[in-house]
């Protein structure tokens, strides 16, 4: 709970730092891919996240990073001082919360409903497409998906928008049935 608040704030403050809609999706796109790769376990975090680096090492290694990711998609510079700033404030740790509360940000400046959708299996691109474009002629508003992957729902979906749930999956049914059940016999 304390990272995502601590993630919250930094996100806003980048958020709000960079004025066009562009450079904020490119800035999203960007924190998206870093936290990615420091994710990765024989990753760029073998050296950026480990504290027997020296600070200008870790800070060499973070450079170089974004120079690659740059060569893909465009990096703000805002965006990659601010990387440097999370690096310096050791707060790359939570660099994958803040890339999902930043974007949560974008979504909601451009107007758009942010819903999770959390299956059994992963869905296909035409089905996650299809999904989307169902969903916004239901809500009569641009839809931003994230997708969440849950074996243990064993089938159907489950949508949440904020702290709203919507359960169409097996496992909520059992789970409603169960409940029934156990209310009626006692």
Do not use: C, H, W
């Not at 990711?69 to 690096?87: D, K, V």
């Not at 942010?114 to 691109?125: F, G, R, Y």
Request: net charge positive.
């Amino acid at each position: 709970m304390r990272g995502e608040a601590v993630a919250g704030r930094y996100a806003k403050a980048l958020f709000e730092s960079i004025t066009e809609q562009a450079g904020r999706e490119q800035a999203s796109t960007a924190l998206t891919r870093v936290a990615a790769s420091l994710a990765e376990p024989a990753g760029p975090r073998t050296i950026i996240l480990n504290p027997f680096y020296t600070k200008p090492q870790r800070e060499a290694a973070l450079q170089k990073l974004i120079e690659i990711l740059s060569r893909e998609t465009a990096i703000p510079p805002a965006a990659a001082r601010f990387l440097q700033l999370l690096l310096r404030k050791n707060r790359l740790d939570v660099a994958s919360a803040i890339a999902v509360a930043f974007e949560r940000l974008l979504v909601e400046a451009q107007g758009r409903v942010s819903l999770t959708v959390s299956t059994a299996k992963p869905l296909d691109t035409e089905a996650q497409r299809l999904l989307q474009a169902r969903l916004e002629q239901a809500l009569k508003r641009p839809v931003g998906l994230a997708f969440d992957v849950e074996p243990g729902l064993l089938g159907g979906l489950r949508l949440q928008l904020g702290s709203r749930l919507i359960d169409g999956t097996v496992r909520g049914q059992l789970d409603r049935i169960r409940r029934q059940v156990l209310k009626t016999s006692a």
